[in-house]
């Protein structure tokens, strides 16, 4: 299993000055203090506004390059640098990935969106040394009734993980939620990439996975950690591939994939969620 951070590893570290600075990933969890989680507040609600204005925003004739030009305006006009562009080589300051494509597709401005789409927008905003991540899906104009089910079964997942987050509980409780909600609409868990912990680095640990495992410790939840939980759904099958642009991965079977992330900190008795767009 992996997720951005580990696909990340291998490569060209190399960055402008004003891009996010590179920070070696520490060992262990990190608990965040009081003023450590409302800088995370800060980033975090960058996210979840520039995700809203690309949800109204979008619309057939636009290329995924025109959504990364506004997003990128949109994080630094609000004292923000993107967490994506540079890091380590990702040129781009969102990921955009349209129906079959699963994760870290690249914007161009050749790759026109259609109507009847189904869009991935996933982005990060780095302010005051602490990161937010979010992703959302958008079904763009008249999709199918597959396509619009498939999405609302990954935010009903994403939720239904949430909603077993609280100090005590378990990493599996999550991962059990979420693969229910999936497998009991008869959609595939994505297995190769997963959640992970956030805050001074885009990627800390622990992974968060959305479906059963012995493979990865089932650790115990505390008050004070911050986590990106990102359900995968696949239409079809769980097996993806990447593209020969090292990035881009896609359905095996070429069938649609859809996503949902929300930055969340655990609390006592449950979350609060830091890249809320409702607001």
């Known amino acids: 299993m992996k997720h951005f951070a580990d696909l990340l590893l291998n490569k060209n570290n190399s960055k402008s000055n004003d891009q996010v600075p590179f920070i070696q990933r520490r060992r262990g969890i990190e608990i965040k203090s009081a003023r450590e989680i409302n800088l995370m507040k800060k980033s975090s609600r960058i996210v979840g506004t520039v995700l809203r204005e690309i949800n109204d925003l979008i619309k057939p004739g636009m290329s995924t390059k025109d959504l990364d030009d506004f997003a990128e305006k949109r994080i630094r006009e609000m004292g923000a640098v993107p967490s994506f562009k540079g890091y380590h080589g990702f040129p781009s300051s969102i990921c955009s990935s349209v129906n079959n494509e699963v994760v870290h597709g690249i914007p161009n401005k050749n790759k026109i969106i259609n109507d009847g789409d189904l869009v991935k927008i996933d982005t990060g905003a780095y302010l005051d040394g602490f990161h937010g991540d979010s992703c959302i899906s958008i079904c763009v104009g008249e999709v199918s009734n597959q396509a619009q089910k498939l999405s609302d079964v990954a935010l009903k997942a994403l939720f239904a993980g949430l909603s077993k987050i609280k100090s005590g ?111």
């Open 169 to 279: 509980n378990t990493l599996l409780d999550i991962a059990g939620a979420i693969e229910d909600i999936v497998k009991s609409n008869g959609f595939s868990v994505v297995e190769d990439y997963t959640g992970h912990g956030v805050g001074r680095n885009l990627h800390e640990e622990p992974s968060v996975f959305n479906f059963r495992t012995n493979e990865l410790p089932n650790v115990v939840l505390r008050e004070g950690m911050t986590l990106a939980v990102e359900p995968i759904v696949n239409q079809g099958t769980k097996y993806c591939k990447t593209l020969n642009d090292k990035w881009t991965v896609i359905t095996k079977d070429g069938n649609l994939s859809a996503q949902w992330e929300h930055t969340i900190v655990v609390m006592k008795d449950g979350i609060e969620i830091l890249t809320d767009r409702d607001f």
